[in-house]
């Protein structure tokens, strides 16, 4: 089959992917529901036509193998992930699940030094649980048995919701993979933002996975009539907040870090009334994991400083960590020497500020990422989208950096 044909391929299957969703009109796949036994039986099929061996694990990523007839390294890996965030759109992590399958069908007839295990991730954005990465953290060693007794929105443990998918929790992470097993790990993925298409680029090579750190903080204040109170008598904890905000954002676009509020909760929220309490988050990130800690230090003190000139009260909460991750040098370069040959243009090295399950794997297995250009860098949305020519280019690449690792080991 030709790539252009395999690209149509693979545009069809996200298609088809998306139709597993619990959202009506709209697109929702979450761990340990129908929606994802109906996309993973889906997706074992595909492996099967493949010519890959298929099976299910701990936790419920799905499988597939390409057995080498005598594989004197060890396993290859490449994957991404299945699920989805509500109202998602169809290729954020399933296009690279996609773009692996169909590689190895391009690479049925030829023998390989190792076998090459494709993997579907089945939880990345934590959209049940709240917990991310666990498809991947049960694989690299790292599930953590306390996430068991977490709850969804329905009361349901993700002890029971494994019982009910037929998995036992018990033994969840138990089958995960050693650093003596794995080869490397590769990623495709869209690349959620808007350098490549900037650039006129249909993929670019990954340097590094963005750290993070969220926050949770509480500011309070003193509530107040709003027509009676002087300004200069008042503790207004929203008009603290403002200025920690403005704060947040200078220091970010003065330093190697992205930095966003996402969630403002004003009490008692009403018209008339000073605010007298305010719950805001904070998440920041940076590809340099010194430079992160050291912006969190700094902007924890001006956040205080400011609560202290105001009289406010400031308490924070540190809510979620990630580090930084560096993709494998050498990697990145061989997939760069792939992306010149395939399009005639020098690669584009480009870092990611946004998580994937490549951070975790990353614990066991040198990794390395090829972004995917996506229309106007949109993603988490119904509009995101992607060109089935630059999947091609994707998939070809994909292909032919799996060739190359069977020549350089």
């Not at 299945?82 to 169909?102: C, H, R």
């Not at 220091?251 to 929220?269: I, L, M, Q, R, Y």
Request: net charge negative; hydrophobic share 40%.
């Amino acid at each position: 089959m030709e790539i252009n044909q395999s690209a149509s391929k693979i545009m069809q299957q996200a298609n088809k992917l998306a139709e597993f969703t619990a959202m009506e009109g709209g697109l929702l796949r979450a761990y340990l529901t129908p929606e994802h036994r109906q996309a993973h039986q889906q997706i074992a099929d595909w492996m099967t036509e493949a010519g890959l061996q298929v099976w299910e694990d701990s936790v419920g990523n799905q499988w597939g193998r390409k057995v080498a007839s005598n594989p004197t390294l060890p396993t290859l890996m490449i994957g991404s992930h299945s699920d989805t965030v509500a109202n998602a759109g169809k290729y954020d992590g399933n296009l690279g699940v996609l773009l692996a399958i169909e590689a190895m069908q391009v690479l049925s007839d030829i023998d390989l030094p190792f076998n090459i295990d494709i993997v579907a991730f089945a939880d990345e954005e934590g959209t049940r649980f709240n917990t991310t990465l666990i498809g991947s953290s049960a694989v690299a060693g790292c599930f953590q048995s306390n996430w068991l007794d977490i709850e969804d929105n329905d009361g349901i443990s993700m002890r029971q919701a494994m019982l009910d998918f037929g998995l036992q929790p018990e033994i969840a992470g138990h089958d995960q993979y050693t650093k003596e097993q794995l080869l490397a790990y590769l990623e495709v993925h869209i690349e959620q933002g808007p350098v490549l298409e900037s650039k006129d680029l249909a993929v670019g090579v990954v340097t590094a996975i963005a750290g993070a750190k969220r926050y949770q903080f509480n500011v309070r204040g003193m509530a107040g009539h709003a027509g009676t109170v002087p300004l200069d008598l008042r503790q207004d904890a929203l008009c603290g907040v403002a200025q920690m905000i403005s704060s947040i954002e200078y220091f970010a676009s003065n330093h190697d870090v992205v930095a966003t509020v996402g969630k403002c909760e004003v009490k008692p929220g009403a018209v008339n009334v000073i605010p007298g309490e305010v719950n805001f988050t904070l998440d920041i990130r940076s590809q340099d994991q010194a430079i992160l800690e050291s912006s969190c230090v700094t902007l924890l003190n001006q956040l205080e400083a400011i609560a202290q000139e105001r009289q406010l009260t400031f308490q924070s909460e540190k809510i979620y960590q990630a580090e930084a991750v560096p993709c494998n040098s050498k990697l990145q370069q061989q997939w760069a020497e792939v992306v010149e040959q395939q399009t005639q243009k020098e690669a584009c090295l480009l870092h990611s500020g946004a998580g994937h399950d490549a951070m975790v794997i990353a614990k066991i297995a040198d990794i390395a990422m090829l972004f995917v250009r996506c229309e106007k860098g949109i993603s988490h949305n119904p509009r995101e989208q992607v060109m089935t020519s630059d999947v091609g280019v994707a998939l070809t690449c994909l292909v032919e950096m799996v060739k190359k690792l069977a020549v350089s080991g």
